[in-house]
């Protein structure tokens, strides 16, 4: 059953997923619990071979949310505003000169987006997220806004917002350990030093600290995934850190990543070999960090599958765990006081298997006030939600398509519920066979001349929202 459901997925990517509810515990191909697809799009719509990390941005003027999604070649913009019709509005390039790579990294700070990459020469591209709003006709091809060269190729990038540093890690600069960028003024970046006494961090988070130790409230905190144990750095003073702990925990294969809830008490780790090193089920390491000087470990939570573990993120009292093979699990951590953790509903975005393999989802963006999720798979970008959360977007914005007569042999009639800018015609390949851009003169109906298409199915999307099938005689 999965290895033809694989068959049938590789057969499809070429298509953009629409809204597909989870039902029996499928949504279309892929496995689900209490997770509905809103949307998916191949990593071929951005002109890529794969897709890897993702972060998003809520535009503080208009409320729109835009996902940012790291692929080999670059980083793409798509408005998920409405998550059934997800806009590509278009992309930045990687840097210039610089070759496709695995890994690309992106984190946001005053409206801008920062990214790095482990391909040479790269640097830190800096993007201003306000120029989504004035795109007429997506997608588009934007140029960076800024860049710092100060360092070549890196594997991560972590921003405190609260103090405007970003934090780069896994370069060649300072063992590995996080060079310190000042980003307050966002286009005119300024390094501040390093740290590299406990050599490479191949992921980290950094917090305004406002937990239990009373000792460090208020201090800035770098929490490190080190590659064999987990790092706490005091970064208040960037000319002089001071290290406070250092964490270490048993079947330690490789330390890849960590974040804090928000209460600054607990921290989860994952361990992206252990599964494959000892052969048991996905693992989640958490400590308790009421003494910083001293964490201690608090429990540990084994999945339901034999997945990897990637990135993980704290949502309230969930914790949201891209899973590579088996997708993204969201974790009931409302007990963890207690030890007590399980899982609430998954979406699984690689339907073959759940083996400990690198492929499937390598991360999730769970911050939109909406509910609305990003997954970033190798395949592509998906967007979901929890199937018990009503869709917030305000049906009288979306745009509705009427085609007739369908199926048709000269003409079809388009009338739409909106003002028609774009259309666009696809075959089943996925391949564009009619683009119509022009001053339409009745703005909510055209008729569509398809005389010199063949007989078959064909695809009509209007302004870039969700397509609409016909049949040409």
Not at 435 to 464: A, H
């Amino acid at each position: 059953m999965k290895n033809i459901l694989t068959i049938l997925l590789l057969s499809i990517t070429v298509f953009s997923y629409t809204q597909t509810p989870c039902v029996g515990g499928f949504a279309d191909i892929y496995p689900c619990n209490n997770m509905d697809l809103m949307s998916f799009m191949p990593v071929a719509d951005f002109d890529s071979g794969a897709g890897n990390d993702s972060w998003g941005w809520t535009d503080p003027d208009t409320g729109k949310e835009y996902a940012l999604f790291c692929n080999r070649s670059n980083l793409a913009f798509v408005d998920i505003t409405d998550p059934v019709n997800p806009i590509y509005i278009g992309k930045m390039n990687r840097t210039p000169g610089t070759d496709p790579n695995t890994w690309r990294d992106v984190k946001v700070y005053n409206n801008y987006a920062f990214v790095v990459s482990e391909a040479s020469g790269h640097g830190m591209q800096v993007f201003d997220l306000t120029r989504l709003r004035d795109v007429s006709a997506p997608p588009v091809v934007f140029p960076q806004d800024a860049i710092n060269d100060s360092f070549g190729s890196a594997h991560n990038i972590v921003i405190n917002e609260d103090t405007g540093y970003a934090y780069i890690v896994g370069t060649t600069s300072f063992n590995g350990g996080p060079i310190f960028i000042n980003i307050q003024d966002p286009e005119n970046p300024v390094n501040e030093g390093g740290y590299s006494v406990e050599g490479y961090s191949h992921d980290a988070q950094v917090i305004t600290y406002n937990g239990e130790d009373t000792e460090h409230v208020g201090k800035e905190l770098y929490i490190g995934a080190n590659e064999s144990s987990v790092v706490i750095i005091d970064v208040t003073n960037k000319t002089s850190p001071i290290k406070l702990s250092e964490i270490f925990y048993s079947n330690t294969a490789y330390t890849h990543q960590i974040w804090i809830d928000e209460n600054h008490k607990y921290l989860y780790c994952n361990d992206e070999q252990d599964e494959s090193f000892f052969g048991f089920n996905t693992r989640n390491i958490v400590f308790d960090l009421s003494d910083l000087d001293n964490p201690q470990l608090h429990h540990q939570y084994f999945g339901t599958t034999t997945a990897i573990d990637h990135n993980n993120y704290v949502v309230g009292n969930e914790l949201y765990l891209a899973n590579y093979r088996a997708g993204v699990r969201v974790i009931d951590i409302s007990d963890i006081d207690n030890n007590n953790m399980s899982e609430d509903r998954f979406f699984d975005t690689f339907p073959n298997d759940n083996s400990a393999n690198f492929d499937g989802a390598w991360s999730v963006y769970p911050f939109f006030e909406s509910g609305n999720i990003v997954i970033s798979d190798d395949i592509g970008l998906f967007i979901v939600r929890a199937s018990d959360l009503p869709l917030t977007t305000d049906e009288n914005e979306l745009l509705t398509t009427n085609l007739y007569p369908n199926p048709a042999e000269n003409i079809v009639h388009i009338s739409t519920t909106k003002n028609i800018e774009k259309i666009e015609v696809s075959n089943i390949l996925g391949e564009k066979v009619i683009t119509i851009n022009e001053n339409f003169s009745d703005t909510k109906n055209y008729e569509l001349d398809i005389t010199t298409l063949n007989t078959g199915i064909y695809f009509i999307r209007v302004n870039n929202f969700k397509a609409s099938k016909f049949i040409k005689k």
